[in-house]
């Protein structure tokens, strides 16, 4: 209905122009206030609590319910660096004495922690008070508790699962919909074609910089790179096509593995070397050994190599 509908027409034109204005806003607003009040009040996130508690915050993101019917992919899990995303690699000898480290556990708030953005993003639900416990575990290097903090089903298939919404309450996503379990504990699963795009990976892999924090970093850029030399060159593949092959969980490289990412670096980075070798003569009688050396390498990756 149009708004001078509402009056007769002698009194609508009888009133100024900025005045039918405001009532024409007015009515607009009273027309779409109720779905703005809905979206605003009904609950939509996968888990909308807010933990106070370290132990509220693991328990949400335990994984160990999925194991019960995910045994393999679990098995997999654990041996991924995504299973140790604080203990592995170097972080955790980087959050302790690196120069992001917190010194002092009370003055740990969040917004200091910049590594866990992609490290351990469910911090970002948390309260100050859960980042102030999971400085002292570090500092205590509490390894127990340490290991309990990774990546785990729940951040990939449930936060990081969907894009241009939140992620519904009590529903996870996978590249295809599961049928109902019968037990009612367990989540739904929901079909996401984004989790076969290289921008799920992206969320994490190529971040930065992170400006919402006291100390904004520039960290992995590696999406970047896929999209900005591997794609205008040709390629096709996305980060699952090489990294989870036949959906593996392990997605390596194993960087722990020296023979395995030895393997991996000589397939991504093939390297041909030709050679010519002569004798040079500076003075009579006198024959000096030389070599000319051409080597190429060529990079066979989706993305710069070294990167995170």
């Not at 969320?203 to 790179?225: D, M, N």
């Not at 030895?262 to 004798?279: D, G, H, I, P």
Request: overall charge positive; hydrophobic content about 35%.
């Amino acid at each position: 209905m149009h708004s001078r509908e509402i009056f007769p027409r002698s009194i609508w034109s009888s009133i100024p122009l900025n005045k039918r204005i405001w009532i024409h806003r007015l009515r607009t607003f009273l027309a779409v206030f109720p779905t703005i009040f809905l979206a605003l009040i009904l609950p939509c996130t996968g888990s909308d609590q807010q933990p106070e508690t370290l132990k509220q915050l693991i328990d949400m993101y335990d994984p160990a319910s999925c194991q019960e019917c995910h045994e393999e992919i679990y098995a997999q899990w654990q041996n991924s660096h995504h299973a140790r995303s604080i203990t592995g690699i170097f972080m955790a000898r980087y959050l302790k004495k690196g120069p992001l480290s917190v010194r002092n556990p009370r003055e740990a708030t969040r917004k200091n922690f910049p590594c866990f953005k992609c490290h351990l993003p469910q911090l970002e639900k948390a309260t100050d008070a859960v980042a102030a416990e999971i400085a002292a575990v570090i500092l205590n290097n509490d390894q127990t508790t340490m290991q309990k903090l990774n990546i785990s089903c729940m951040v990939c298939h449930q936060d990081k699962g969907v894009v241009h919404g939140l992620p519904e309450r009590d529903v996870m996503y996978g590249p295809k919909a599961e049928k109902e379990y019968p037990e009612e504990e367990h989540m739904r699963v929901k079909k996401s074609p984004f989790m076969k795009q290289a921008a799920m990976c992206g969320q994490c892999h190529g971040l930065g910089p992170v400006f919402e924090f006291e100390h904004p970093i520039q960290c992995a850029t590696l999406y970047g790179s896929y999209l900005h030399a591997y794609i205008p060159s040709g390629g096709s593949q996305t980060c699952q096509d090489c990294h989870m092959k036949k959906a593996d969980h392990t997605c390596p490289p194993n960087f722990n593995d020296r023979m395995d990412i030895s393997k991996r670096l000589r397939q991504a980075l093939t390297m041909e070397v030709n050679t010519l070798a002569y004798r040079f003569q500076p003075i009579e009688n006198r024959f000096v050994p030389m070599i000319v050396l051409k080597t190429k390498i060529t990079s066979n990756a989706g993305h710069r190599i070294p990167d995170g």
